[in-house]
């Protein structure tokens, strides 16, 4: 059995993310490090290793499991956090059966058009943005990250919720805040948090006197007919919902553009056979998924991983980005190929905490590529690569602009 590692920074993945998982995959594949929130925890990175412990029941999601102390997430009111992702079997059970209903193939498909709706009008945005700003330019300049790949995903997880357009900005806003909290303004996520919680109540109650279409009006009705949701947990999964409906989808997005934008051949081979895009998908959240961590876990026993044993009560990250770019998995993983099967790829995660808004996150990642592809056929990036930012969060990768000219 290998001997623990002392806990080690996570700087790396901010600054060479795949890099650094090629070197741990390589010479430390469970590695002991210094947690998002600095406490220690152990990351797993090689594909076959997170796999497996992504259905490893020894591993628990429930934070009753982690040692006294050593875990120091956020923190949220029992009203946002008794979700799906902080529980195990049974009550998980009972919430996702609920939840599933809204994300059928059938239900889902339903949605295709009122996202292509939504892609097309913010297009149409942009590009009277260009013309409005200088009617003389040549090209037009946009970030698509502000102008598409935010009100994208938001406009559909609010239409799903059932939530008024007027709070479509606020929820941008909340979100943002909690992904990659402000050092400079250290009370803002507490301030978030009682804003995102005072917001849920209000228009939960609202939709208890007038119900509307929508899965908050059906959720409600499960928890106050046949009370298999708590108050809590009915507030929560509407919180839940919103933060990973949009989270993903916008980071997914821009992510996926960029790989595009800078493997111009695979663009061109895209534009050249559109009926590729589904396939293309795949290989977008192999190649730069935005979830670089599964959600966290606790070892409820000494638990051995990868020949390292996780002693009962730590921290458990599983590397979902570094699983994409294994290559015992993925043959050449560094190379975007929108011809590989990617099939099998933990973008999404696996198992019973497998994202159940997964067929969503793929319909609004394959209408919104389209559509952009379809509306600037000479699009390319504004600015050089090394130029972009990326969100300071090690938790979710993302762009913080996407600069393009058109």
């Known amino acids: 059995m290998a001997t623990p590692a002392a806990p080690a920074p996570l700087d790396g993945l901010m600054t060479d993310p795949y890099g650094t998982y090629a070197r741990l995959r390589e010479s430390d594949p469970v590695r002991r490090i210094s947690g998002p929130d600095g406490?220690?925890?152990?990351?797993?990175?090689?594909?076959?290793?997170?796999?497996?412990?992504?259905?490893?029941?020894?591993?628990?999601?429930?934070?009753?499991?982690?040692?006294p102390g050593s875990y120091r997430g956020f923190s949220l009111p029992p009203a946002l956090d008794a979700n799906?992702?902080?529980?195990?079997?049974?009550?998980?059970?009972?919430?996702?059966?609920?939840?599933?209903?809204?994300?059928?193939?059938?239900?889902?498909?339903?949605?295709?058009?009122?996202?292509?709706?939504?892609?097309?009008?913010?297009?149409?945005?942009?590009?009277?943005?260009?013309?409005?700003?200088?009617a003389v330019e040549r090209e037009g300049r946009a970030d698509l990250v502000a102008a598409y790949a935010e009100p994208l995903p938001i406009a559909t997880i609010c239409d799903l919720l059932g939530v008024p357009?007027?709070?479509?900005?606020?929820?941008?806003?909340?979100?943002?805040?909690?992904?990659?909290?402000?050092?400079?303004?250290?009370?803002?996520?507490?301030?978030?948090?009682?804003?995102?919680?005072?917001?849920?109540?209000?228009?939960?109650?609202?939709?208890?006197?007038?119900?509307?279409?929508?899965?908050?009006?059906d959720l409600i009705a499960a928890r106050d007919e046949g009370d298999r949701l708590s108050e809590d947990e009915l507030t929560s999964l509407a919180f839940l919902l919103h933060f990973a409906g949009y989270e993903n989808a916008v980071q997914l997005i821009g992510n996926s553009v960029l790989a595009l934008l800078t493997h111009p051949h695979q663009l061109a081979a895209l534009r050249a056979d559109p009926a590729r895009l589904a396939g293309a998908v795949e290989e977008f959240m192999r190649y730069d998924t935005s979830a670089v961590f599964s959600i966290r876990r606790f070892a409820r026993e000494d638990v051995t991983i990868g020949g390292v044993t996780v002693p009962a009560g730590e921290t458990v990250f599983l590397g979902l980005g570094s699983a994409g770019r294994d290559p015992d998995r993925f043959p050449d993983p560094d190379r975007l190929d929108i011809t590989r099967d990617a099939g099998g790829h933990l973008a999404l995660g696996h198992g019973i905490h497998h994202c159940v808004g997964a067929p969503l996150a793929r319909l609004e990642l394959t209408v919104a590529i389209g559509a952009l592809l379809e509306r600037f056929p000479r699009l390319a990036l504004g600015v050089p690569e090394q130029e972009l930012r990326w969100r300071p969060s090690m938790r979710a990768r993302g762009l913080l602009a996407l600069p393009v000219v058109y």
């Open 39 to 67: 406490s220690p925890a152990w990351l797993v990175t090689r594909y076959d290793d997170v796999r497996a412990a992504l259905t490893d029941e020894r591993l628990s999601v429930d934070k009753r499991h982690a040692l």
């Open 84 to 134: 799906m992702l902080n529980m195990d079997p049974p009550d998980h059970t009972r919430i996702r059966r609920l939840v599933v209903k809204a994300f059928t193939k059938r239900r889902v498909e339903n949605l295709r058009e009122p996202v292509r709706n939504t892609a097309d009008r913010l297009l149409d945005a942009i590009e009277r943005d260009a013309v409005e700003r200088d």
């Open 165 to 217: 357009a007027t709070h479509r900005r606020d929820f941008t806003d909340w979100t943002d805040a909690l992904i990659a909290p402000d050092p400079a303004r250290p009370h803002r996520a507490k301030d978030t948090v009682v804003a995102m919680l005072g917001f849920y109540t209000g228009l939960i109650a609202d939709k208890r006197k007038a119900p509307g279409d929508d899965l908050l009006s």
